[in-house]
């Protein structure tokens, strides 16, 4: 069984900022691409960034600029670097495999996610 578990949310003023991580344990990422989704009350969970094994990175146009998404591999581990938050950034942040060729999600179930929440 693979597990997922994010970590490094909190509660913040808009402007600060946050370091999200990602371990991942039951399978090696180094080859796979990763995803940071987010899901806020009465929304659908969205791709926020991804990061193939290569290191290429992509970002939704709502947080380009201002995050960034990160690896280690030896760590197993995915990061994610946020700054200038801003309150419509305020959800519950989850990691995944990413299929860069579907675009989805790999797995079909979620770690426990993260909250973030940004104040005004």
């Known amino acids: 069984q693979v597990q997922l578990v994010e970590s490094g949310g909190g509660l913040v003023q808009a402007g600060g900022s946050l370091s999200l991580s990602c371990v991942v344990s039951g399978n090696m990422i180094s080859f796979n691409a990763m995803g940071w989704y987010r899901q806020a009350p009465g929304k659908q969970r969205e791709l926020v960034a991804s990061i193939t094994s290569g290191g290429n990175t992509n970002y939704a146009d709502s947080v380009k600029g201002r995050f960034t998404i990160s690896r280690d591999n030896t760590k197993n581990t995915v990061y994610l670097q946020m700054n200038s938050l801003k309150p419509e950034d305020t959800a519950v942040y989850y990691c995944?495999?990413?299929?860069?060729?579907?675009?989805?999600?790999?797995?079909?179930?979620w770690g426990p996610g993260t909250q973030v929440t940004v104040s005004s």
């Open positions: 995944n495999f990413y299929n860069r060729w579907t675009s989805r999600p790999t797995l079909d179930y």
